[in-house]
């Protein structure tokens, strides 16, 4: 299938028999020979001066099994509606986006039941490869896993990685009461280092906190929350330390991180008047948030990126529209349009960053 965006195509005309601009047949078939070589090259070039080419790192799908397992339930968000294939293509052509990296919304695989957890990963893993297959270019994935079931997660991490080629893994900031700096993930964690995987996480309500205020949607508050609370209990664990070859992805440019970033340096400075403490953050607090990767979904506005920005590197910033729930030209807007970054920046934001993490995109 040939991607969207804008091609050119040039003709040649001949002028007589056997020859083209009046070269004989040998000069031109040598010379049509060389402008086909040359021609993906042209393509390619054209194709990077008029087109964005963005890679979208937070884009969902909806595996029909798991859609059918969360409604059987009444979990699946009512205003998620339909979503397939064309709906993403058709927002992602009209706004510049190449690839979107897909994952599973909430609220995930797990119902308590470890068999059906594990079913429906393995089936939502094989949908999305099927997918990025079917439309080469145009969709990666990032593979779920039965999580807090270890051992399953971590025999779906090697037959997503393996065999499916998936782009990296996604996770939710929190299982339970459990957030992903606790010691039950050590196994996982250890793997996943090994590997140098990509791990993207995308929140979710924690049991302590759902509908706290019946005014605000869980999703308003909770899930930057949570991601604060995740990235916490990474870094205060000492897991981000441990386990440094791990890319990890954070949704919602960080949730409310940015913004309480000092209390992360005190606490940090408080862990550390303990020789035990001290161990956890070798290199300090800062460092290890700065290493961190932060999407741009529903969060592309001065008022979120403002605060970021002062922490963490513009290497460290990723595309992202949370689609369907937001679509891509507002967040392509929203970036152009916040006053914090150059032509260069949105460039990096845009596919960039992303292509140094998933280098088959780049």
């Known amino acids: 299938m040939a991607r969207s965006g804008p ?5 040649a005309h001949g002028t007589g028999q056997g ?4 070269l004989p047949r040998r000069g031109f078939l040598k010379g049509l020979t060389a402008a086909a070589l040359a021609a993906p090259a042209l393509m390619t070039t054209a194709r990077a001066q008029t087109a964005p080419r963005r890679i979208d790192v937070h884009h969902h799908l909806l595996p029909p099994r798991f859609a059918a397992a969360a409604r059987e339930r009444n979990l ?3 205003n998620l509606g339909v979503l397939d294939k064309t709906k993403s293509l058709e927002d992602m052509d009209k706004n510049g986006v190449e690839t979107s990296i897909t994952s599973i919304p909430s609220p995930g695989v797990w119902y308590g039941d470890v068999e059906l957890a594990r079913t429906l990963s393995r089936d939502c893993n094989e949908f999305g490869a099927r997918m990025a297959a079917d439309h080469k270019g145009r969709f990666g994935v990032f593979a779920t896993l039965p999580l807090p079931d270890i051992e399953g997660s971590l025999k779906e991490t090697a037959y997503a990685l393996d065999v499916l080629k998936a782009d990296g893994l996604h996770m939710w900031t929190s299982y339970g ?4 700096g606790h010691p039950d993930f050590t196994p996982l964690l250890e793997e996943l280092n090994r590997r140098k995987a990509v791990v993207y996480t995308h929140p979710t309500t924690a049991p302590c906190c ?15 929350t949570d991601t604060t609370r995740t990235i916490a209990s990474l870094v205060l ?3 981000t330390s441990r386990f440094p070859d791990i890319r990890w992805i954070f949704s919602h440019a960080g949730g409310t991180m940015p913004f309480l970033v000092e209390r992360f340096i005190f606490q940090a400075g408080v862990q550390s008047r303990t020789q035990e403490g001290a161990a956890k953050i070798p290199n300090g607090v800062l460092p290890e948030l700065q290493r961190l990767h932060f999407d741009t979904a529903q969060s592309a506005n001065p008022y979120a990126l403002s605060s970021l920005m002062k922490l963490a ?4 910033l990723l595309f992202g529209t949370d689609f369907p729930y937001r679509n891509t030209a507002e967040h392509v807007k929203g970036l152009a349009d916040c006053g914090l970054f150059s032509e260069a920046d949105l460039t990096a934001i845009g596919r960039g960053n992303a292509a140094r993490l998933l280098p088959r995109f780049a």
């Open 19 to 22: 020859c083209a601009c009046g």
């Open 237 to 239: 664990s000492g897991a």
């Open 177 to 180: 009461s459990k957030w992903l």
């Open 313 to 316: 590197p513009v290497t460290q």
């Open 210 to 224: 759902g509908n706290l205020v019946p005014e605000a949607p869980q999703a308003m508050i909770e899930y930057g």
């Open 7 to 11: 091609f050119i195509a040039q003709e």
């Open 76 to 78: 699946l968000p009512s």
